[in-house]
């Protein structure tokens, strides 16, 4: 919907500018008086700017070893946050690794929400045996815990960036599924969708006007929880060796490289984990955020 | 009741039927033949072949598959690639470690996660609160191996209080519970049951609270009920939740537990799959999965027997 | 869409009835435990009436008598499990019948939660432009009538119409969901316990509104309710259900005055009276309802009735035409001289033709 929402129905034309701004504008009004909530998105902004930004923030070339400079200390001359066991910068391999660290938390995400949505919207909407039939397939995949899953996935594809992200997509279309379709069969049985249904709409039309906007805003709460778990789970992959493959910087993968070098220079190679962990919390806080805003606005 | 439980058990029997056909059809998916990991790439074709026939390779899958399942339903998960020896020995084994593991590590993260939440749903907006919400973020958004990684830092390195790696020189075979075999067991639990607590409290936090603005409790008080036995009350509501949640943590726990235990080499499953993965032993790595997925299966389904036992509201048609 | 506002094509012409319900049933399975599959709900059990044109007609019974699963049935929101409905004259879903979506432009409904009745996520202009939009209207025009439509139920379209429903108050949502309704222009409303979650003050005012705009438009009413002195207010014809059946239908002063069923009387003395002559001391119905599944053969009220005899407990009285009053139907053995009943009236007293009413 349109910031200034008019009378006509979303997708329609903007008839007159008023001064609504819609749901996600009173989300947004709302989570902005949050002041933790509104740290972590600063902070988020801050990763994700020098992730993207890092060819051309970063002091040095990722790539580049050297083995005299291995292991130095943090603060050591030109290298702030000392070096890795191949001799190159550690604040560059980081902001370098923040850009596939990232990328695998939120492209599995963002994956498993649209397909699991759609998914989900469908059974939920439909009902009956079509519905069952769905759910008690997904059923099979809660019987996996999601690292064994994703883990399991993983081995069987063979290490690899695409392949870790599909792992993850897999591991998460079933719970987004989940959640979809609780929402949806909820808000089905609600008096103004059968209101929607006596006014001779066909299922598109409702779905698309009446559910599908009553039913984003729990999924994406959901939704958003996962993005640390992802984040997690696929430096986790690579940690293991099945993700991402060296010498790229990945924060899973840097902190599996380095894992030998703690007898000499512990600290270094707690700093990779030690971003996996800072993003994560940044991500939680703020999704928790969103959600007391949703809920506080009614 | 009876029938409750009969269904649940029908129920699950399905689900277990899947989970063995995705375990099987999991190291099929591998592009490339299971037989690189036996022979040689440059083994004569009837090596090959007969490798082949030995294991089984060259009948359909649908057929591999049956007869897996009859094997393993018998208790025979075959034999391991890389040792030799029969899968469902060393499976078992392993299994008691990280059952060992996994339950210390739930045993702690659930205890300290009640009390911390307890705590923090009584006196909501205090400082025990905010430490509560904050170590359950912690909780939630750490990735255990970094904390691993972590404590071995401090307690291993620096400190040198407690050994950084394995489950002592005997092996886990020989285990006992003395502090010379336990101090194996201490880092690798303690980062373990930070996933349970951070979930923990926050459940119980939330319930808690959210029990105490409940008017049956203004009501208790207002009957002249002390607080030991408000409190009882709000346990017992409380506890059919966080016994699920619990339950399946341990689940949780005993599937995922490969990060942890690759960080301290512990001898347990996920160290076994670590193992199987890059060995691409087909057979150890699909009986490991099928015992960690068939626990998984039997826990939800106690989970699921005993809820409605504690909560009668509960019985789910 | 036809735009215009008040084109009703009468096709049946004045004596037609808009609407004819034809021994409805509807039962829902019970979801048993393992064994007791097979057990239904009786619902809707036979349901069989008329409602003429520009009528009210109340129904009335206790929680669980099936007048809202009715309403559902006549609005099409579920199917019966057997019987049929004619709207005008035409059969509803026939094959030379009227298209489904062409009924909902006749038929609307108002439901009981006003709150949950609105999409929280759309304004109150939206929500009333969504209903024509659907039947082709511009969103031009579609604003235009929703604008005309809130004024006319009372509130001012500048300071109403961007609003969401939360900011509203339960009888500005009401009004709300009526203007929603008459955007479709229909010839009849069903009421589903629309006012009952009103305070009584704001009641009286929406009630007054529903009565102006039946006179203006035209309309048709299905009033139902379980609040005894609105129905009275509002209908011309009144019917009260008990457990999926009909049990007496007729003229409003008939029913309120001169009720012939004993559930019906009981209903009546139970509500309390205003005046202190006549106070109401004993309660008029005693014990609980049977169960709706599977409900035993013969009068379904005969256990709580006062005035029960064999006869009530092994044959389930007809709807039937009361001799002193053609439009009033009960179905009491009471009523019928050749039941068997012990207080029945002869048959020379029922001289008229019985009249059943079923399919």
């Known amino acids: 919907m349109p910031a200034s929402a008019s009378l006509a129905l979303p997708g329609a034309a903007p008839l007159r500018a008023t001064d609504s701004p819609g749901y996600w504008g009173t989300v947004w009004a709302q989570l902005r008086r949050d002041p933790v909530a509104m740290a972590a998105a600063a902070l988020l902004l801050l990763l994700v700017l020098a992730a993207l930004l890092a060819p051309w923030l970063a002091p040095a070339d990722p790539y580049k070893a050297s083995m005299i400079k291995r292991l130095l200390p943090m603060g050591s001359p030109g290298h702030w946050l000392g070096t890795d066991e191949l001799g190159r910068d550690m604040l560059t391999r980081l902001m370098f690794g923040g850009r596939l660290s990232l990328l695998m938390g939120v492209v599995p995400v963002a994956a498993a929400f649209v397909i699991g949505t759609s998914i989900g919207l469908f059974a939920g909407y439909v009902g009956g045996r079509v519905n069952m039939l769905i759910m008690r397939t997904l059923d099979i995949f809660y019987a996996f815990p999601s690292v064994l899953l994703a883990v399991a996935i993983a081995g069987a594809l063979g290490p690899g960036l695409s392949n870790s992200l599909l792992a993850l997509t897999l591991v998460f279309v079933p719970q987004v599924v989940r959640v979809a379709e609780s929402v949806t069969t909820q808000v089905r049985s609600l008096d103004y969708v059968e209101a929607a249904r006596m006014s001779g709409a066909g299922a598109f039309a409702i779905i698309r006007v009446h559910v599908l906007g009553n039913v984003l805003g729990p999924i994406f709460v959901y939704a958003s929880g996962l993005l640390s778990v992802s984040m997690i789970l696929a430096s986790g992959l690579s940690f293991l060796g099945l993700g991402v493959k060296p010498p790229e910087p990945e924060w899973g993968l840097m902190l599996n490289t380095l894992r030998s070098a703690i007898y000499l220079n512990p600290w270094i190679a707690a700093l990779p984990g030690a971003m996996i962990f800072i993003t994560s919390v940044a991500f939680n806080v703020l999704a928790d955020g969103v959600r007391s805003a949703m809920e506080l606005r009614t | 009741m009876f029938f409750y439980i009969l269904k649940r058990l029908l129920y699950a029997v399905p689900i277990a039927l899947g989970v063995t056909l995705v375990s099987f059809m999991l190291v099929h998916l591998a592009p490339g033949d299971a037989l690189n990991a036996i022979a040689p790439a440059d083994a004569p074709a009837d090596v090959i072949e007969a490798l082949k026939s030995a294991y089984g390779l060259d009948r359909p899958l649908p057929v591999q598959y049956g007869l897996w399942l009859l094997r393993a339903v018998q208790g025979d998960l075959g034999t391991s690639i890389a040792s030799g020896r029969a899968v469902a020995g060393e499976v078992l084994s392993a299994v008691g470690n990280t059952l060992m593991l996994a339950g210390m590590a739930s045993l702690v993260g659930v205890l300290v996660g009640c009390v911390l939440g307890a705590l923090a749903g009584y006196r909501s907006g205090s400082a025990v609160d905010r430490i509560a919400t904050v170590l359950s973020v912690v909780g939630v958004s750490i990735p255990h191996y970094w904390l691993g990684l972590v404590l071995t830092i401090v307690f291993s390195i620096t400190l040198g209080w407690l050994p950084a790696m394995g489950a002592g020189s005997d092996g886990s075979a020989a285990w006992l519970w003395d502090w010379q075999h336990l101090q194996y067991l201490v880092l690798p639990a303690a980062t373990m049951s930070v996933i349970p607590m951070g979930i923990i409290t926050r459940t119980v936090r939330a319930l808690v609270s959210e029990m105490l603005n409940k008017e049956f409790v203004v009501a208790l008080r207002a009957r002249g009920l002390g607080e030991a036995a408000v409190f009882r009350h709000i346990a017992k509501n409380v506890a059919p939740t966080v016994m699920a949640v619990a339950g399946l943590q341990v689940g949780y726990l005993m599937g995922g537990s490969i990060l942890v235990e690759t960080v301290f080499s512990w001898p347990g499953t996920g160290f076994l799959l670590n193992t199987a993965i890059f060995q691409r032993d087909m057979p150890l790595l699909q009986g490991t999965i099928l015992v960690l997925c068939m626990f998984f299966v039997a826990l939800n389904l106690v989970v699921d027997i005993l809820q409605p036992l504690i909560d009668p509201r509960m019985v789910r048609a | ?359």
């Open chain 3, 1 to 359: 869409m036809n735009t215009s506002p008040l084109i009703h094509q009468d096709r049946g012409g004045p004596k037609q009835a808009l609407l004819e319900v034809r021994d409805l049933k509807k039962y829902f399975p019970v979801r048993g435990s393992f064994g007791a599959a097979g057990k239904f709900v009786h619902a809707v059990d036979g349901v069989s009436f008329a409602v003429a044109k520009g009528q009210t007609l109340g129904i009335v019974g206790e929680s669980g008598c099936g007048k809202s699963t009715t309403a559902r049935l006549v609005a099409k929101l579920m199917a019966p499990d057997s019987g049929s409905m004619v709207f005008d004259g035409d059969g509803v879903d026939e094959f030379r019948g009227i298209a489904l979506k062409d009924f909902r432009r006749n038929l609307q409904m108002v439901f009981q939660d006003s709150f949950a009745s609105l999409n929280p996520r759309l304004t109150v202009a939206q929500t009333i432009a969504f209903g024509p939009q659907v039947h082709g209207m511009s969103a031009k025009d579609a604003e235009r009538l929703a604008r005309d439509l809130l004024m006319r139920v009372g509130m001012e379209p500048d300071q109403f119409g961007a609003r969401y429903p939360h900011e509203l108050s339960g009888g500005q949502r009401q009004r709300v969901n009526i203007a929603r309704a008459l955007a479709f222009d229909p010839r009849l409303l069903i009421l589903d316990e629309a006012v009952a979650a009103l305070d009584k003050s704001v009641q009286a005012q929406v009630l007054n509104l529903l009565q102006e705009l039946k006179a203006e438009r035209q309309l048709t009413y299905l009033f139902i309710s379980h609040d005894l002195h609105v129905v009275h207010y509002l209908s011309d014809q009144v019917m009260v259900m008990y457990l999926g059946q009909i049990v007496e239908i007729g003229p409003v002063e008939r029913i309120y005055g001169h009720a012939m069923h004993p559930y019906t009387q009981a209903l009546l003395s139970a509500v309390p009276s205003m005046d202190p002559a006549h106070r109401t001391m004993s309660s008029p119905i005693s014990g609980d309802p049977p169960n709706p599944i599977d409900p035993p053969a013969g009068c379904r009220f005969h256990d709580r009735c006062p005035k029960a005899q064999a006869i009530c407990q092994s044959q389930a009285p007809r709807l039937m035409v009361v001799a002193t009053d053609p439009a009033h139907q009960v179905a009491c053995h009471l009523n019928d001289p050749h039941a068997g009943h012990g207080n029945a009236p002869s048959v020379e007293y029922a001289a008229t033709a019985l009249n059943e009413v079923s399919a």
